[in-house]
């Protein structure tokens, strides 16, 4: 036999070897998420009741905190900078890294590219609702915008839209391009102050206003990272491909994993994702929706081994060589545990929390809301001013006093605390921070 024929029969039997040690991760993962969220995808979780008040949710979600590692000297209301993962995910990663780490050439390549990467490429698709072949495998939000930008074929004359609510990682890559390639940018003022009166049907003809016959690309977030603008992506959509607009492209750090939505459902070519925010999987890892139809139009980033095989499909997108494979696996456990938890349970907690913090915000002479009023037109990341008090310095008191962690916005009119809250945080903490806030 040939030493080629003997590389491959070996890499098969280590392939066989993968699977086995890999699934036996995956067998024990599967137990300890039974143990600790219960058998079905959000029917109850075996936590302890809560003594605080608070909608339906709040039981079945009480004593949640408990499946997750936070400091217990903080109150973490800042998901929408960094999640965190929970224990039975980081087990998980942890027994992969020990697995990877008995043969680290045999894991990086004989299942690198293998069944163990397909395994959590299915779970994004199903996660996000659309096919496997439309998912890529990357590492954060920015990294996809970079190949969206990187690998559209755009040239003089054709102009890519944003405004100034874009975060950088869905922007800057795009004017860095447009100087390299010669297309331009056009990058509109959208201010976030006011934000409470804004609509949806203002947000949309805001952005009409902007396109002309020169708009090729239109670039948005599903939920702005600043005042959490559930934006309507459907009619935005809609709206821009009949004015012409060629391709739309969604940043989706802060949806994927807070609110309950299918990808294919958005009429949109690319959305772009972080789910160590709200999936809580290890940092670092992300996925991206390419759709089908589009792929071959779209160059990749970057290229490693560039097989026919990889070329035409959507692991061109992925196609850089060694990449750490344990951290991906554990993005399947995160998202495995995100499904059990239950997209419209997680959600409709996540409306309780909101609206608890809107009312508590409504009754207070100290506290002033400053992102939308009604839920269809919001997300579980909000603004809130503490009046009189610049949001630096209120963040400082906050976190050194009471030990809250949430981000502070302050320049161009805005001054807010921006509050993310999960659904293992609770009514009492929102009380906590309102009587904090409010004797600042
Ligand atoms: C709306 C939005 N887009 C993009 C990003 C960048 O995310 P990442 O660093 O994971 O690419 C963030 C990060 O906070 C964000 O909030």
Known sequence: ?????????????????????????????????????????????????????????????SGLSAAYGLSADITYFNHASIGTMPRIVMEAREQYQRACETNPWLYVWSDGFGNARESVRQKAAAYLGCDAEEVALTHNTTEGMNVVSQGLPLGPGDEVLFSSMNHAGASVCWEQQAVRRGFSTKRFELSAAGAEHMTPQALIAAYERQITAATKVLVFPHIDNIVGFRHPVREMADMARARGVEFIAIDGAQSVGMIEFRVEDLGVDFYCASPHKWVQSPKGTGFFYIRRDVQPMVESMWTRSASSRQRQTVRKYEDYGTRNLSAVMALGAAIDFQTRLGPAAKEARCRELWQYFYDRVAGSARLIWRSARSWDFASSLFAVEIDGVPADEAFQRLFQEHGFVFRAFTGGGLNHARISPNLMNTEDEIDRFVAAAEAL
Do not use: D, I
């Not at 080629?4 to 699977?19: H, Q, Y």
């Open 1 to 61: 036999m040939g030493s080629s024929a003997n590389r491959r029969n070996f890499l098969k039997l280590g392939a066989a070897a993968v699977a086995a040690s890999f699934s036996a991760v995956e067998n024990a993962f599967a137990s300890r998420l039974t143990e600790t969220l219960g058998g079905a995808p959000g029917s109850a979780f075996a936590g302890t009741p809560s003594a605080a008040g608070g909608g339906a949710k709040a039981q079945q979600f």
